[in-house]
Nanobody, 119 residues
Framework: QVQLVESGGGLVQAGGSLSVSCAVSRSIFSIDVMGWYRQAPGKQRELVATITRGGSKNYAGSVKGRFTISKDNAKNTVYLQMNSLKPEDTAVYYC?????????????WGQGTQVTVSS
């Protein structure tokens, strides 16, 4: 089992910056992929960024160059730094952990944190 707790969401003006964090209940060395996803009202949840155990990063095209995913292994925490925010970045941001388990790969989600970008 893995518990994920997001924090750091809030309200920011367009063009501003915000950082969200995801505290993980176990060593992130044991987790294959950590990711940030988001879901806007009336839309499906979508991938924002992922980072592997080895540190490889992947970004959605809509956030590339503006968002940065990182992790602190000592703190078991994953971060998402969001710059040049746009109103269309408004969503609930979720943290996800993917790791091997008896049935193959298990995914765990946090409860989400709201990010609102005003125009």
């Amino acid at each position: 089992q893995v518990q994920l707790v997001e924090s750091g969401g809030g309200l920011v003006q367009a063009g501003g910056s915000l950082s969200v964090s995801c505290a993980v209940s176990r060593s992130i060395f044991s987790i294959d992929v950590m990711g940030w996803y988001r879901q806007a009202p009336g839309k499906q949840r979508e991938l924002v960024a992922t980072i592997t155990r080895g540190g490889s990063k992947n970004y959605a095209g809509s956030v590339k160059g503006r968002f940065t995913i990182s992790k602190d292994n000592a703190k078991n925490t994953v971060y998402l730094q969001m710059n040049s925010l746009k109103p269309e970045d408004t969503a609930v941001y979720y943290c996800r952990a993917d790791l091997g388990c008896a049935s193959g790969t298990c995914s765990y989600w946090g409860q989400g944190t709201q990010v609102t970008v005003s125009s």
